[in-house]
Nanobody
Framework: QVQLVESGGGLVQPGGSLRLSCATS????????MGWYRQAPGKERELVAT???????NYADSVKGRFTISRDNTKLTVNLQMNSLNPEDTAVYYC?????????WGLGTQVTVSS
């Protein structure tokens, strides 16, 4: 059973920062293209950032310059550093792994940006 476990969500004030982490197994981490997606209330799930096994990254226009995706090879995590957060970033953030012909999702972590 593939597991993706997100952590790091919470409540933050506008302009603040959060760091999300997605932990998975060694086999998934080494072979899967990983990404972060988010879903706000009443909206469809959308791409936030992705990173291939070779390190190529892709970001949604709305987060470029503010968010950074990275892989930690020692901890087997894919991280999302989020800076300059604003209320429009409020959503449940999901980790996704594309592993060969399969796609796996984590359960999500809530990020709320509010004063």
């Amino acid at each position: 059973q593939v597991q993706l476990v997100e952590s790091g969500g919470g409540l933050v004030q506008p302009g603040g920062s959060l760091r999300l982490s997605c932990a998975t197994s060694a086999s998934i981490f080494s072979a899967a293209n990983m990404g972060w997606y988010r879903q706000a209330p009443g909206k469809e799930r959308e791409l936030v950032a992705t990173m291939t096994t070779s390190g190529l990254t892709n970001y949604a226009d709305s987060v470029k310059g503010r968010f950074t995706i990275s892989r930690d090879n020692t901890k087997l995590t894919v991280n999302l550093q989020m800076n300059s957060l604003n209320p429009e970033d409020t959503a449940v953030y999901y980790c996704k792994a594309d592993y060969y012909f399969e796609t796996y999702w984590g359960l999500g972590t809530q990020v709320t940006v509010s004063s």
